[in-house]
């Protein structure tokens, strides 16, 4: 039998499970284990970090570009003053083309949903959405800027 030594303590057993049991009882996991473990730890901590990070920085960048003024902000704004009504519906894809013309500004108009408001849209004699009334008179479809412009005296 040959002696067997710690390599953490220099302590020495006559047998090699006495070590292995010494060293699992007084050092648990070798150092070596341990900092393996530390490293996919850290790494892992790391990575979760930049994940919340970048997380955070599309989430403000995203409120950032929401928050501020639209591109038609003044048209839109005018049209209402004016007197200009949208009439459509929400599953329309030519209502819904008109209102996303106007991006963030869309916020501005006035909107009525025809299948909210069946006999408003009925006593204005709307069939075809996007309709807008504009000084009493009715255009359907979908309107360009300069149109809307012209018909209600706003600036683009």
């Not at 996991?29 to 900092?35: C, L, P, R, V």
């Not at 003024?69 to 200009?84: F, N, S, V």
């Amino acid at each position: 039998m040959g002696e067997f030594e710690c390599k953490l303590c220099k302590k020495k057993f006559q047998s090699d499970e006495g070590l292995a049991q010494h060293t699992n009882a007084k050092h648990g996991e070798s150092n070596k284990e341990k900092g393996k473990k530390d490293k996919k730890k850290l790494k892992n901590y790391l990575v979760l970090v930049l994940l919340l990070i970048a997380i955070g920085i599309f989430s403000y960048t995203i409120y950032l570009r929401n928050k501020g003024p639209g591109q038609y902000d003044d048209l839109a704004k005018c049209l209402t003053e004016k007197g200009a009504i949208i009439y459509g519906n929400d599953f329309c894809q030519f209502t819904a083309r008109q209102l996303n013309s106007f991006g963030k500004s869309e916020r501005y108009l006035k909107y009525v949903k025809c299948a909210a408001n069946q006999q408003l849209c009925d006593s204005k004699d709307i069939r075809i959405t996007p309709t807008w009334e504009i000084s009493g008179k009715m255009y359907s479809g979908i309107q360009s800027f300069e149109k809307l412009a012209e018909l209600t005296g706003c600036k683009l």
